[in-house]
């Protein structure tokens, strides 16, 4: 059974930094892709950023620069580095796993397995 635990949410002014972390169990599959996704409120979900089982990673236009993914395959976590928040980041922020043949995008169709989210919140 695919468990994924986002941990590391929290409250922050403009300017400040968070690291998301997503632990992850249960998946053998040797070619993946895993990604974050965000849900503000009243908006829909959208995605942050994946990267895939060779490294290869993506980015929305509106974190690109400031927001980095990145994982340690030896302790199975996802993690997402994000610099320079803005108030327009506040959101629930959500960890995704889907097998890379599906695709490796910003959609949420490639995803098969989520995790609970965890609250970020930035203040101006």
């Known amino acids: 059974q695919v468990q994924l635990v986002e941990s590391g949410g929290g409250s922050v002014q403009a300017g400040g930094s968070l690291r998301l972390s997503c632990a992850a169990s249960?998946?053998?599959?040797?070619?993946?892709?895993m990604g974050w996704f965000r849900q503000a409120p009243g908006k829909e979900r959208e995605g942050v950023a994946t990267?895939?089982?060779?490294?290869?990673?993506s980015y929305a236009d509106s974190v690109k620069g400031r927001f980095t993914i990145s994982q340690d395959n030896a302790m199975n976590t996802l993690y997402l580095q994000m610099n320079s928040l803005k108030p327009e980041d506040t959101a629930m922020y959500y960890c995704?796993?889907?097998?890379?043949?599906?695709?490796?995008?910003?959609?949420?169709?490639?995803?098969?397995?989520w995790g609970q989210g965890t609250q970020v919140t930035v203040s101006s």
């Open positions: 249960g998946y053998t599959y040797s070619s993946y892709c």
């Open positions: 990267i895939d089982s060779d490294g290869s990673t």
């Open positions: 995704a796993a889907g097998e890379l043949w599906v695709g490796c995008t910003l959609h949420q169709a490639n995803f098969g397995y």
